[in-house]
């Protein structure tokens, strides 16, 4: 069974940078894009960023873009998130996601990881 593992998060003082890793047991074949999403106490789950496994395409939510690097290491099934220059704001539970095609909407990916808690103190 293909399973997501997150790790990378932790406490960081807003400014400061985390870099989050998500490693697949196994490649998923049927999946052509993974995501980064998060999900706040109290609020909605939210994209955050995605890339395509061949091409590198790559997609960001606008609240995180010129903060947030999405990149990924075919070789290794292994998607990471650089965090940099970071927010109070930014704190939540961050999940990966493999999906059929890139996309921004949690519906379309049907594989997801456990969640890592990241914690931007002010």
């Known amino acids: 069974q293909v399973q997501l593992v997150e790790s990378g998060g932790g406490l960081v003082q807003a400014g400061g940078s985390l870099r989050l890793s998500c490693a697949a047991s196994?490649?998923?074949?049927?999946?052509?894009?993974m995501g980064w999403f998060r999900q706040a106490p109290g609020k909605e789950r939210e994209f955050v960023a995605a890339?395509?496994?061949?091409?590198?395409?790559?997609y960001y939510a606008d609240s995180v873009k010129g903060r947030f690097t999405i990149s990924r290491d075919n070789a290794k099934s292994t998607m990471y998130l650089q965090m940099n220059s970071l927010k109070p704001e930014d704190t939540a539970v961050y999940y990966c996601?493999?999906?059929?095609?890139?996309?921004?909407?949690?519906?379309?990916?049907?594989?997801w990881g456990q969640g890592t808690q990241v914690t931007v103190s002010s």
């Open positions: 890339i395509t496994w061949r091409a590198g395409y790559v």
């Open positions: 996601a493999a999906a059929r095609v890139g996309s921004r909407t949690p519906d379309d990916y049907d594989l």
């Open positions: 196994a490649r998923t074949f049927s999946s052509n894009a």
